[in-house]
């Protein structure tokens, strides 16, 4: 088995840095770009770039692994209940990199039976790979990486937060007045994948989102928990195709911390 999960890592590698710098040349030539929104919300985009960029990373795994399973934010999905499902975010902070700013990144996961065995965001315009395989460490590039001091604690670093029109205001606001009264303080830079990688790296103590697609989350999540965090269970009630809320920290305690924030709205 570790010989078949090696195998789509190794592969994974290549693949998430080709389609990172055919992503950066779109994001190069931005206004080219005709965007269309999503369902009617003006806040949720997809373009070409989004389109093509998920295209090419299906094309390849299907050629590479015929046998195993898909499900994109785009182009939709088949065989999940294959031994093998790749989980794929072609760009995720499409409103970030539609508007110019450099928070947005590829996001690939890998299932194996329920379990998230291979997770890697990368970043392209900072030439950040964050990558890890269950059981043994994340790392960036090819340096390990490690979430926050273990003896930290909510107001010792920034929590970074996630927020869609998919949930209503009402959700987030009890959340973000806890947290700033705990003397917590917050940041949303637009890419949830990006900010778990992030948390994973050690540049923020936490993440949360009330909810989450598993595109947008699965490999931050193993980033995160590879790197010695804490990170909820976002397979957990059908999560796969319904999505979860999302809440991943450096340590157990700014997790438990967090999530009494959560429930106590
Ligand atoms: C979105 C981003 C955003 C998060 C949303 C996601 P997209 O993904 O991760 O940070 O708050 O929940 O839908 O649309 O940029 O792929
Ligand atoms: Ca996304
Ligand atoms: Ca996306």
């Known amino acids: 088995m570790d010989e078949k999960i090696q195998n789509r890592y190794a592969f994974s590698i290549d693949l998430i840095k080709q389609a990172g710098n055919i992503a950066l040349s779109y994001y190069l030539n931005r206004n080219e770009l005709v965007v269309e929104c999503k369902k009617g919300d003006k806040q949720d985009q997809v373009s070409l770039a989004d389109k093509t960029v998920e295209t090419i990373i299906r094309k390849a795994i299907a050629k590479q692994f015929p046998e195993d399973g898909f499900l994109g934010e785009e182009s939709g999905y088949a065989g999940l209940d294959n031994e093998f499902c790749w989980i794929v975010d072609p760009i995720d902070g499409t409103s970030p990199f539609l508007n110019g700013l450099h928070a947005w990144c590829i996001s690939i996961a890998v299932l194996y039976?329920?379990?998230i065995v291979i997770g890697m965001v990368f970043d392209p315009l900072h030439n950040e790979l964050f990558h890890a395989q269950l059981g043994a460490g994340a790392y960036l590039n090819n340096s390990p990486m490690h979430t926050i001091n273990p003896a930290a604690n909510v107001q010792d670093g920034l929590v970074g937060l996630g927020m869609s029109h998919r949930v209503p205001p009402d959700i987030?606001?009890?959340f973000l007045h806890q947290l700033l009264t705990k003397g917590g303080m917050y940041v949303r830079n637009g890419s949830g994948?990006?900010?778990l990688a992030q948390v994973a790296a050690g540049r923020l103590l936490a993440?949360?989102?009330p909810h989450m697609n598993c595109w947008d989350c699965a490999a931050g999540m193993l980033l995160v928990r590879e790197a010695g965090g804490t990170a909820n269970n976002i397979l957990a009630n059908n999560g796969l195709l319904n999505g979860n809320f999302v809440l991943a920290a450096a340590n157990r305690q700014v997790?438990?911390?967090?999530?009494?924030m959560r429930i106590l709205q």
């Open 113 to 115: 039976k329920d379990n």
């Open 172 to 174: 987030i606001l009890p």
């Open 193 to 195: 994948a990006l900010s």
């Open 207 to 209: 993440y949360y989102e």
């Open 255 to 260: 997790y438990q911390q967090l999530d009494l």
